[in-house]
């Protein structure tokens, strides 16, 4: 999952930037992959010690000592499994989007007629149940994990208060569960799938907290996009651009609650170091080294826009 390995850096690139605690905050917001890395600061997991275990390192100190970890063992490889051919993979969403004509996002629609994914993310629950006591929720107060339920479509923000309860190992590989590749999470007999089916981003959610500040790291979206010549790495960008679009409008949603908005997406480096497979797990120490090295600069941009005004 390379848009988390590349949240990595920026997340770094921030703390250097802001002098800021990730872990401090008052609320953590993750959805899809960020929801691992948001677990992991908010169990007590360092930058330094972030950097070393993306880097698939052994790491010495904090909550992820001597853990063991194989991101392509972990995910299933960087190419999806073979699904299970039972039709849709959803029949109770396609049913509620039809009675919801026009309500629910497009992924939201697409990912009820895609088959149930084949991977487990058992390996991302055990990471998970490492560094949090087993069973239970984390220690930070305010640690939001976004899902999809996969049998209306509304997504569902586990940790937030009046949210259902679950054990934080199931519910970040809910909020991972991409349609079509990782087979779809039941928690307390409900099913469900990666959180980004309703919103890449989830930046809407922090609309009404409260909060001063948000700062929005999110590696689906492309504020500074490339213009890459390859067929495939051309429809990727598209896909972006959209996500870009709804990530814009959710922060105008926040920005109009009152609060000021930062955000970063991946730049041109970035997006090259990536590449057109975000699982491709090979790319993992290049991206993050580009990422520390480009959302320096990033940062440093949005800072000053703010200044200007």
């Known amino acids: 999952m390379l848009g988390g ?17 990730p872990r401090e905050v008052d609320i953590i917001v993750g959805t899809s992959a960020g ?13 330094d010690e972030l950097i ?16 063991e970890w194989d991101p392509a063992r972990a995910t299933g490889g960087n190419r999806p499994g073979l699904p299970r051919f039972r039709g849709p993979g959803s029949p109770a969403l396609i049913r509620s989007s039809l009675r919801n004509l026009g309500q629910l996002p497009a992924t939201t629609v697409l990912s009820a ?18 560094v949090t006591p087993f069973g239970e929720w984390s220690a930070h107060p305010n640690l939001w994990v976004a899902a999809t339920d996969y049998s209306n479509g509304h997504r569902v923000v586990f940790g ?43 930046v809407d959610v922090l609309a009404h907290s409260g909060v001063d500040e948000v700062y929005v790291i999110a590696p689906m979206v492309s504020f500074n996009p490339d213009s890459p010549t390859g067929i495939q790495a051309r429809l990727e960008r598209r896909w972006r651009s959209q996500v870009t679009k709804v990530c814009r409008d959710e922060m105008a ?3 109009a609650a009152g609060a000021s908005v930062y955000a ?33 600069q990033a940062w440093h941009d949005q800072f000053e826009r703010a200044v200007a005004g």
């Open 113 to 130: 007629f895609l088959p149930e994914g084949g991977k487990s993310l058992e390996r991302i629950g055990h990471l998970i149940d490492a």
């Open 253 to 255: 949603l926040v920005r």
């Open 160 to 202: 937030r208060p009046g949210a259902p309860v679950a054990p934080l190992a199931s519910a970040v590989m809910a909020s991972c569960a991409i349609p079509g590749w990782f087979t779809p999470v039941e928690i307390h007999g409900q099913t469900y799938i990666d959180g980004g089916a309703v919103s890449a981003t989830s």
């Open 5 to 21: 390995t590349w949240a990595v850096g920026a997340l770094s690139a921030w703390q250097n930037a802001t002098g800021l605690e």
């Open 52 to 67: 070393t275990h993306y880097r698939d390192e052994q790491v010495t100190t904090g909550p992820l000592a001597g853990y």
């Open 35 to 47: 929801s691992v890395l948001a677990a992991l600061v908010a169990s007590g997991v360092s930058i």
């Open 264 to 296: 970063i997406g991946p730049g041109p480096q970035d997006l090259e170091a990536i590449g057109s497979n975000l699982m491709d797990s090979r790319r993992r120490e290049l991206v993050l080294d580009t990422s520390l090295r480009t959302s320096t």
